[in-house]
């Protein structure tokens, strides 16, 4: 684990993530496999920033000569605040994870990097998903999926008021369903913050396809309980480190526009 900076003892560096909390970023890690990869010079910190004081920061390393800088939770839409130039699915989410600090550039990493992984993992279109969740990732994955041709977008939340307001502001074609449905799910999201808790939702697999991806954002050093339920009845299932390492690519490219060494930045964080 790389040591965590504060307002108070900013380091001189390139790139950081900034958090509340930061501690167990796996950002630093990532970053700076790449750039030894290649070759490059930069240094990626992890800065601990509370809440209301992101654009203070940021203006602080934009200062100090900080390139660029990832938004981690909860800072996501008081850096859309602070950027001068969101990109439109930006905006449209209501978060940015990626910021230019030289332009006040601000991008959603998260969404494409999702449809990156689920790429990766051979999904393809027509499907049906079901997201579990309708918190600031759910926000993510349910605008990236709900733009792909032929991707069916269900949407379970425990509080069904917040599912009903996410899928009208971003997917008005999603279903919002009673309960955590996954019959005929080729793709189930658990974007709850439930992932390294150990708690279980009330999740039946078994009416899933034989070929389903049960896909978890969390990640831990062991499979998560979502993980383990559809592992039961035998269906293929990933955590959030695919995802970690896509919307980091993502970030590093809109940073260097340059190809970002993806399989090595992975590699950095299993
Ligand atoms: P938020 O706090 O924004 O949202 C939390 C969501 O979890 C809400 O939908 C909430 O429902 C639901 N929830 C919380 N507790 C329960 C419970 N006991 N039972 C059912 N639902 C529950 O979280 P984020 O969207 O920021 O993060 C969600 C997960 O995704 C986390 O595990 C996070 O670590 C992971 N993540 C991983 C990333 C990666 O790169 N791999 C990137 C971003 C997130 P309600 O509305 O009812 O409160």
């Known amino acids: 684990m790389s040591r965590v900076y504060t307002l108070d003892d900013l380091p001189m560096a390139d790139f950081a993530v900034i958090g509340d909390p930061v501690r167990h970023s796996k950002s630093p890690a990532m ?4 750039y030894d990869a290649l070759g490059l010079p930069y240094r990626y910190v992890a800065v601990h920033v509370a809440p209301g004081r992101v654009a203070e920061a940021l203006e602080r390393m934009r200062e100090m000569g900080y390139r660029g800088v990832n938004v981690t939770v909860p800072h996501k839409a008081e850096a859309l605040a602070w950027a001068s130039q969101p990109d439109s699915l930006a905006s449209r989410i209501g978060a940015a994870n990626t910021l230019d600090l030289r332009t006040g550039r601000a991008w959603n990493t998260d969404a494409p990097g999702f449809m990156d992984t689920l790429a990766d993992l051979g999904l393809r279109s027509p499907y049906r998903a079901v997201v579990l969740g309708a918190g600031g990732s759910a926000r993510a994955l349910v605008a990236a999926l709900s733009d792909e041709a032929g991707v069916e977008v269900a949407v379970w939340n425990r509080t069904r008021d917040r599912a009903e307001r996410m899928v009208q502001e971003l997917a008005p074609g999603a279903q919002v369903l009673d309960r955590p449905d996954l019959t005929d799910a080729d793709l189930v999201v658990n974007a709850t913050s439930t992932g390294l808790s150990g708690i279980e939702l009330d999740l039946d697999f078994a009416s899933t396809p034989p070929d389903a991806l049960a896909y978890d954002l969390a990640y831990g050093s062991e499979p998560t309980a979502f993980e383990r339920q559809a592992a039961s009845v035998g269906r293929r299932h990933t955590d959030g480190r695919g995802l970690l390492a896509a919307q980091g690519a993502r ?19 299993t």
């Open 251 to 269: 970030a590093f490219e809109h940073w260097l526009g340059i190809p970002a060494p993806k399989a090595v930045m992975l590699r950095a964080i």
């Open 31 to 34: 970053h700076h496999a790449a």
